[in-house]
């Protein structure tokens, strides 16, 4: 994944930036004809903005200021949380999924139906929180913990979150079957 500055805002990370990256790595893995005929909708809360996606075609990347009715994907984190991962260079779960999109991944996503809140905890004792909403459903629902490190080598394929979750490094509560059928969007 490319490199973010770590002193860029939150608004020029979410509306140039991150569709910058995503864009450069789905055409560098070659799935633009794989996700030809594809849309999924995205909103992202922070404390103090609402950003929302459209994304057609895999790299048609559509991005205004403000919510939208019905995205797939409602995704909130508070504004001190996108700032200290954006200063520590820990936003591999956030632009994960954007730069891994597959026809697989978009059919999952459209039929994934529930809320997942993500712990994420760094060395130095602090937390990200990132809650999810998938298809405006707020169940079935279910909580994941984890270290941001864990996380950082699942969306960079150096790890199966199954392992982790199988050797005790990801902790869930929750409705399993749900976090089971998020997992194809991380693998």
Not at 114 to 120: D, H, I, P, S, Y
Not at 175 to 183: K, R
């Given at each position: 994944?490319?490199?973010?500055?770590?002193?860029?805002?939150?608004?020029?990370?979410?509306?140039?930036?991150?569709?910058?990256?995503?864009?450069?790595?789905?055409?560098?893995?070659?799935?633009?004809?794989?996700?030809?005929?594809?849309?999924?909708?995205?909103?992202?809360?922070?404390?103090?903005?609402?950003?929302?996606?459209?994304?057609?075609?895999?790299?048609?990347?559509?991005?205004?200021?403000?919510?939208?009715?019905?995205?797939?994907?409602?995704?909130?984190?508070?504004?001190?949380?996108?700032?200290?991962?954006?200063?520590?260079?820990?936003?591999?779960m956030l632009l994960g999924m954007s730069t891994d999109?597959?026809?697989?991944?978009?059919?999952?996503?459209?039929?994934?139906?529930?809320?997942?809140?993500?712990?994420?905890?760094?060395?130095?004792?602090?937390?990200?929180?990132?809650?999810?909403?998938?298809?405006?459903?707020?169940?079935?629902?279910?909580?994941?913990?984890?270290?941001?490190?864990?996380?950082?080598?699942?969306?960079?394929?150096?790890?199966?979150?199954?392992?982790?979750?199988?050797?005790g490094q990801i902790t869930m509560d929750g409705d399993?079957?749900?976090?089971m059928g998020f997992q194809p969007l991380v693998t």
């Amino acid at each position: 994944m490319a490199a973010v500055p770590t002193n860029i805002s939150i608004k020029e990370l979410l509306t140039v930036v991150m569709p910058d990256i995503s864009k450069k790595a789905l055409e560098e893995q070659g799935r633009i004809a794989e996700l030809s005929g594809t849309e999924v909708t995205m909103t992202v809360e922070t404390s103090s903005d609402k950003y929302s996606f459209v994304i057609k075609d895999g790299v048609n990347i559509t991005v205004s200021e403000g919510d939208m009715p019905s995205p797939n994907v409602r995704m909130a984190i508070s504004d001190n949380d996108l700032q200290k991962m954006i200063a520590q260079g820990e936003l591999d779960m956030l632009l994960g999924m954007s730069t891994d999109m597959s026809a697989q991944k978009v059919s999952t996503l459209k039929q994934l139906s529930g809320a997942m809140k993500v712990n994420l905890a760094n060395d130095d004792g602090s937390c990200y929180t990132i809650s999810t909403v998938f298809n405006g459903a707020q169940s079935p629902a279910c909580t994941m913990n984890m270290k941001t490190s864990d996380s950082a080598a699942i969306m960079k394929k150096e790890a199966s979150p199954v392992t982790l979750f199988m050797s005790g490094q990801i902790t869930m509560d929750g409705d399993m079957g749900f976090a089971m059928g998020f997992q194809p969007l991380v693998t």
